[in-house]
């Protein structure tokens, strides 16, 4: 079930991130994301209060989470998108994150599909997102979804984190 997160998921959600940062120092990294840096409880925290999480609940654990909103980084100003779009007819998948015991079950392509619907519900033209090219499962992802990559860039991941080569994707809705 996927659901808007509450202030009683935060343990849960921080969990999934530790399990993240712990399979990422195990099996080696996909994403730049760094414990302690981004994401942390207090990201999950800031998104609770805006209302943009999202947890896809299994058995009363959080199994994944995406924080969606109409806020478009910075970085996003200076992409040549391919659909035309006021920043109110933009959603914004920011982070997305699976707990990496839970993977491989349609976690992950639930939760886009729920933001693609959000994005839908809201009139918005387009659905965008990045990630890092070095993030093979999540560029297949996005791709078998039907998202286009638009752009290569640099990018600060989380605000925090800079990051070369990073790629901007969107889904025209």
């Known amino acids: 079930m996927i659901r808007q997160a509450t202030f009683n998921d935060?343990?849960?959600?921080e969990d999934t991130y530790n399990e993240h940062f712990r399979h990422e120092m195990e099996h080696g990294a996909f994403t730049v994301f760094k414990k302690g840096v981004y994401p942390t409880k207090w990201d999950a925290e800031k998104a609770i209060i805006s209302g943009t999480l999202y947890v896809y609940e299994v058995d009363d654990n959080i199994a994944g989470s995406i924080i969606v909103d109409k806020v478009q980084p910075i970085e996003y100003e200076d992409i040549k998108w391919e659909q035309a779009c006021t920043n109110n007819e933009v959603m914004v998948i920011h982070l997305l994150m699976v707990r990496p015991s839970m993977t491989g079950k349609g976690i992950a392509s639930s939760l886009v599909r729920y933001a693609?619907?959000?994005a839908k519900n809201n009139s918005c033209k387009?659905?965008?997102?990045?990630?890092?090219n070095q993030n093979i499962p999540a560029v297949s992802l996005y791709k078998k979804l039907?998202?286009?990559v638009v752009s290569t860039a640099s990018m600060k991941v989380g605000n925090i984190i800079a990051h070369e080569g990073h790629l901007f994707l969107e889904k025209v809705l």
């Open 116 to 118: 693609m619907e959000m």
């Open 126 to 132: 387009a659905l965008r997102l990045d990630t890092g």
């Open 146 to 148: 039907g998202f286009q």
């Open 10 to 13: 935060l343990e849960l959600i």
